[in-house]
C-alpha cells in the first residue's frame, strides 16, 4: 500500500512538474529539447496503439481465460474428491483396526426417524443395497 502511495505521490508530482515547465515555455516562448521531444512524442504515439491493440487482444482472451479457469477447478474438486474419498477409505481402515471387534458391519439403525426414511427410499423404488455398494 505504501509502495502504490509513493507512485501516486510521485506521479502527481511529474504532471504538476510538466504542467509547470509547459507554462514556463510558454511565457519564455521557446521550447526545450525540441527534437528529443519529438521523438519522445513518436514513442508515445506508438505506445499507445501497442496498447489499444493489446487491451483488445487481451478482451478477446477473456472469455478463453474463464473457460480454462472452470475447466482447472472441475479438475481440481474431482482430484480434491478422490483425495477426500481415499482418506475416508482409509479412516474406515483406521476405525477396524482400533475396533476391539475388527470388523465394521452395517446393523439395523436404532433411529425410528432412520428406519422410516430407509422404508420410504424402499417405496420409492430406490434399492438402497445398490447405493451403498456403490458407496464402498
Known amino acids: 500500500m505504501a509502495v502504490a ?7 502527481c ?9 509547459k ?5 519564455r516562448g521557446r521550447t526545450l529539447l525540441e ?6 512524442d513518436a514513442h508515445a504515439l506508438r505506445l499507445k496503439a501497442k496498447l489499444e491493440t493489446t487491451s483488445l487482444d487481451i478482451l478477446r482472451l477473456l ?5 480454462i479457469f472452470r475447466v482447472l477447478l472441475h479438475e481440481a474438486a474431482l482430484g480434491l474428491a478422490v483425495i ?11 476405525a477396524d483396526l482400533v ?21 420410504h427410499r424402499g417405496d420409492l423404488g430406490l434399492d ?7 458407496n464402498e
Do not use: C, D
Open 63 to 67: 472469455p478463453h481465460a474463464v473457460r
Open 5 to 11: 502511495a509513493a507512485f501516486l505521490l510521485m506521479s
Open 13 to 21: 508530482a511529474a504532471i504538476a512538474a510538466l504542467f509547470g515547465l
Open 128 to 134: 438402497t443395497t445398490s447405493i451403498n455398494r456403490q
Open 35 to 40: 527534437n528529443k521531444r519529438e521523438r519522445f
Open 99 to 119: 475396533s476391539y471387534k475388527h470388523r465394521f458391519e452395517k446393523r439395523e439403525t436404532k433411529s425410528e426417524f432412520l428406519r422410516k426414511m430407509s422404508e
Open 23 to 27: 507554462h514556463w515555455e510558454q511565457k
Open 84 to 94: 477426500a474419498r481415499y482418506a475416508e477409505r482409509q479412516a474406515h481402515k483406521l
